[in-house]
């Protein structure tokens, strides 16, 4: 039945229409009467209160549909091949799915794509690499459905364009080893592809870090000038644009340094998401994010950049009762990458007396109750290659004072050691400003460095700073600490291999911030990369971890538990304690209510 007010029927309503205006007169009268007196006030207040009261409603019904993240990073880049970051990681995970990744299982399996290639479904066989050695062929299908947000299919000529990009020399694209490695990709057809790896390795058909870029938008922009590329992305100048995004959500608005609000991608073809909104807050201060959490601005805290373990840990003593805490082991490497080109880090025997100084078990019981057990290297105890047959450096200062003295820093002055030509043994210690932890563990680092007579300064910058310029164009003086994350025996081919030193010439690609070269462990890596034989594969890992622990690249620190703060009433959040974010199944979080 229509009930315009115009319609014909009912007739009642019609009439009833028709006299609205007379109605309303005599209703508005009548008010003006009454409303003097008590009953009037009486009216009013019962009228305020059904509309606070429906206001109310309406609000709470608003931030079900809403779910507000805090974070303590913002991405210096939203672009899925330039700069690693584990901010942007956790945005990527809900709004571009990777052709491949480890699942919170730690199993592989595909995302984009419809099925893993290996040697005995035949989708991947082995080949001549045209160097004299094996090579692998690896066929893909993406998902028929698979779309970017503007509606536009993800084709075989996407991972093309990508592959193109990531071989550029001017792109610095963060993994330019993956690239390197593919030496061509054929297009089967719109949907199928094959990549071939001029290397034979173990988890030969893992693609983590091949995530598609769109080449109907992006294409026009490489092309003009690759090496501005960077600046010119739309992923960094028009961010909102649906066609550069294909998970569960996309990209709705941005605030940079401050929020990124993640609306329903209207083109997944994947199980719907919950949460009509997800907002993802950045409050680079974790104080400011307990703060937050209890005042009801945001509704949980992430927790591998979010509250540090004591933080939660005290939180939990507090509020616990409140919300869901989860702790969750991981590998999540705490370190502090030396500066290699430093004269005074140049040298092993003060690398060495740096380490021997600090009471690194001490620390992380005091500030984590022992919840973070301290590193030998970077191959966390979880992870089936690690071994224990490394050298360790228990604190022992006196062995850090004969170091140092035997690297010829014999003098003090003022408590600082001096070297013959009267240079201050003297190094600057930058980390993530507004983290609170980092810089508590920065300021009894640098106490224990004085015990040794070694002088420490502290500077610290903004995350979006400290990653994307400091740390990935090796613009720091002495020591950077931060935490690499990676996934189960993964090869460490960006970061300690030389040819991934970060340079202007190479467009800043690579990892390897600390300028390490050592020609047995760029062997290692590369025979690690291209075996099969899980037997080989653990000797090797073994020879790995004992250079790392001899050379010391970077100090060592411990590796973090990850705390998790949610409410109570959200429910299918399940951390995977490695590099893949926990949003690759955001659209599975649900409300329990």
């Not at 907002?279 to 949980?300: C, F, K, P, Q």
Request: aromatic fraction near 10%; charged fraction near 25%.
């Amino acid at each position: 039945m229509n009930f315009s007010p115009f319609s014909a029927e009912p007739v009642a309503h019609r009439a009833l229409w028709l006299n609205y205006e007379a109605i309303s007169k005599l209703l508005e009268v009548w008010l003006m009467h009454h409303l003097a007196g008590p009953f009037g006030r009486a009216f009013l207040i019962a009228l305020a209160l059904t509309t606070l009261n429906a206001d109310s409603a309406s609000a709470q019904q608003s931030a079900r549909q809403d779910l507000v993240i805090g974070v303590g990073q913002y991405p210096s880049t939203l672009h899925p091949n330039l700069d690693s970051m584990l901010a942007k990681s956790y945005v990527l995970g809900a709004t571009q799915r990777p052709l491949t990744a480890f699942d919170a299982a730690w199993e592989p399996r595909c995302y984009l794509c419809v099925e893993l290639p290996t040697l005995e479904n035949g989708k991947a066989a082995i080949e001549d690499n045209g160097e004299g050695g094996e090579g692998i062929a690896l066929t893909y299908t993406i998902d028929p459905e698979a779309r970017w947000g503007d509606g536009t299919p993800i084709t075989s000529e996407d991972i093309l364009f990508t592959w193109e990009v990531g071989r550029h020399p001017s792109a610095g694209v963060s993994n330019a080893e993956l690239y390197r490695d593919l030496t061509s990709v054929d297009i089967v057809d719109d949907k199928t592809f094959v990549l071939h790896d001029r290397d034979l390795g173990f988890n030969y058909f893992m693609m983590n870090d091949l995530r598609p870029i769109p080449a109907h938008l992006e294409r026009p922009i490489f092309e003009t000038d690759p090496t501005t590329y960077r600046n010119r992305t739309l992923y960094q100048t028009d961010p909102t644009n649906r066609g550069l995004w294909f998970g569960p959500y996309r990209i709705g608005s941005v605030n940079p340094g401050a929020d990124i609000v993640l609306v329903r991608n209207e083109q997944w073809w994947g199980g719907p998401p919950e949460f009509d909104r997800v907002v993802i807050r950045t409050i680079e201060n974790t104080s400011a994010l307990e703060s937050n959490l209890l005042s009801g601005e945001i509704d949980m805290i992430e927790g591998s950049f979010g509250l540090t373990i004591d933080q939660a840990l005290a939180f939990e003593a507090r509020h616990g009762e409140d919300y869901e805490m989860v702790y969750t082991p991981g590998l999540f490497y705490e370190h502090i990458d030396l500066m290699l080109d430093n004269p005074i880090l140049a040298d092993k025997q003060v690398r060495q007396a740096l380490l021997y100084a600090l009471d690194r078990e001490t620390l992380t019981e005091q500030l984590f109750q022992g919840h973070q057990p301290v590193a030998d290297t970077s191959v966390h105890p979880l992870d089936w290659v690690h071994t224990d047959n490394v050298r360790h450096y228990d604190h022992d200062p006196d062995q850090a004072v004969e170091l140092l003295e035997a690297a010829g820093w014999t003098e003090i002055r003022d408590g600082v050691r001096h070297n013959a030509a009267g240079e201050p043994l003297r190094l600057e210690l930058m980390t993530t400003a507004g983290d609170r932890n980092r810089e508590l563990v920065q300021q009894v680092l640098q106490d224990m460095w004085k015990q040794v007579g070694v002088d420490v300064r502290i500077r610290n910058e903004p995350a979006r700073v400290f990653f994307s310029e400091t740390t990935s164009k090796r613009r720091f003086d002495a020591m950077a600490l931060f935490a690499w994350i990676s996934s189960p025996e993964n090869v460490p081919q960006t970061t300690l291999h030389s040819d991934a030193i970060p340079s202007e010439e190479n467009g800043w690609s690579g990892q390897n911030y600390t300028g390490f070269s050592n020609e047995r462990m760029d062997a290692i890596i590369d025979e690690l990369a291209k075996t099969l034989d899980r037997d080989t594969r653990e000797r090797l890992w073994h020879e790995l971890q004992a250079i790392y622990a001899e050379e010391l690249p970077v100090l060592p620190l411990f590796f973090r538990a990850q705390p998790h703060i949610w409410p109570k009433w959200l429910e299918g959040v399940e951390p995977t304690g490695q590099m893949a974010p926990v949003t690759l199944a955001v659209e599975t979080w649900q409300r329990a209510d």
